[in-house]
């Protein structure tokens, strides 16, 4: 079974540039999440996705962050624009739900490390 | 606050050590609880989970993880690391499909 995809996986750039983040989950997976890794810390999420819907954004800097997953599969992730203190990993992760609680285990992909100069 | 706590930051170890890294948890009601690894230049992988039963759950690789609800507690455990166990690991927990994780625990071994 092919992995969850990410490109690109290493990006740099300036402060108040715009940057984008391709994810492509492993096939059959409804839901998709993207998370922010800061160094020194876990993953924090960002947004959730079921097939195309949003499932929650509450941690999502909405003034600068937004993501899309128009056709249920593939997804990007665009920060406009970019802070120093958005320098992170970006991980992308799928799972298949599964039961009434969410009995289920996210796959992740390899991330985009991201450098804000 | 709601959260997920790992006690240790870095743990050095020699081979043939035994290991037990901890994880508490302060969200109430009904959790799914996961360990997850990174080794170095890899992305995060799945050690092992809890949804119910056998509080004690085996995972890959000889690691294995004990539920203690009354603790708040899901702390990992191997009885003798290896060279290549050196990696980061995270302790997660899912509350309503919402997944938290916890900072992290780097390990070390050294040969």
């Known amino acids: 079974e092919a992995g969850v995809a990410q490109s690109p996986r290493y990006k740099i750039i300036e402060k108040r540039q715009s940057v984008a983040f391709w994810c492509n989950p492993i096939?059959?997976?409804?839901?998709l999440y993207w998370y922010q890794q800061i160094l020194g810390q876990g993953p924090k999420l960002l947004i959730q996705?079921?097939?195309?819907?949003?499932?929650?954004d509450s941690q999502l800097p909405k003034d600068r962050f937004s993501a899309e997953r128009l056709k249920g599969v593939d997804s990007t992730l665009k920060i406009q624009p970019a802070k120093l203190e958005d320098s992170a990993v970006y991980l992308c992760a799928s799972s298949r739900v599964s039961g009434l609680r969410g009995h289920y285990e996210q796959y992740f992909g390899p991330g985009t490390r991201l450098t804000v100069t | 606050a709601q959260s997920v706590s790992q006690h240790n930051h870095h743990v050095i170890l020699s081979e043939a050590a035994s290991l037990e890294l901890g994880c508490n948890y302060s969200?109430?009601?009904?959790?799914?609880l996961f360990w997850y690894v990174q080794y170095p230049g890899q992305h995060l992988q799945l050690l092992l989970k809890?949804?119910?039963?056998?509080?004690l759950v085996k995972g890959i690789k000889g690691f294995e993880a004990e539920f203690i609800k009354s603790k708040f507690s899901f702390n990992l455990r191997k009885p003798s690391v290896q060279w290549s166990d050196t990696a980061e690991y995270f302790c997660?927990?899912?509350?309503?499909?919402?997944?938290?994780f916890g900072a992290g625990t780097r390990l070390t071994v050294k040969p």
């Open positions: 997660a927990v899912t509350v309503n499909n919402d997944m938290r």
């Open positions: 096939s059959g997976h409804a839901t």
């Open positions: 969200y109430g009601g009904t959790v799914n």
């Open positions: 996705f079921q097939n195309n819907g949003v499932v929650d």
């Open positions: 809890y949804f119910s039963g056998d509080p």
